[in-house]
């Protein structure tokens, strides 16, 4: 998890972290210090350390200074999720590239005026 805002909103949702890192001389704005301050009330392990290597962690993301490691994701298995919709007359959405699954959930609200957004595909034409 990379970014100030993303590390934040993580951190609040309660995401288990194993530790968040901050880049030494990372500019001390409001947000860096809600970081700081939260990490230190739910005891998150906080790394200093120097700007190339939140490089080499991130893989050279963007991270303004700041980053978050979390444990690996445990999946589900798409059976058992298929299973389960099925069995609560449910729907499942399957979505890849999603660079920010907040914006996809506000925007494909149903009751939204507009419904939700129409897909495409890769190449950017529209579904068939």
Do not use: C
């Amino acid at each position: 998890m990379v970014g100030r805002n993303p590390v934040f909103e993580a951190m609040t949702a309660g995401l288990p972290a194993k530790q968040a890192y901050i880049a030494e001389g990372a500019e001390r704005d409001d947000r860096l210090r809600d970081i700081l301050k939260y990490a230190a009330e739910h005891s998150i392990p906080l790394l200093q350390v120097t700007r190339a290597e939140l490089d080499r962690v991130t893989g050279g993301l963007v991270h303004q200074g700041v980053a978050m490691q979390l444990p690996a994701f445990d999946y589900a298995d798409p059976e058992d999720v298929l299973a389960d919709a099925l069995e609560a007359d449910g729907i499942v959405v399957a979505l890849d590239g999603v660079t920010d699954p907040a914006t996809w959930a506000r925007s494909s609200d149903p009751r939204a005026p507009s419904g939700p957004p129409a897909s495409s595909s890769r190449r950017g034409a529209p579904p068939p």
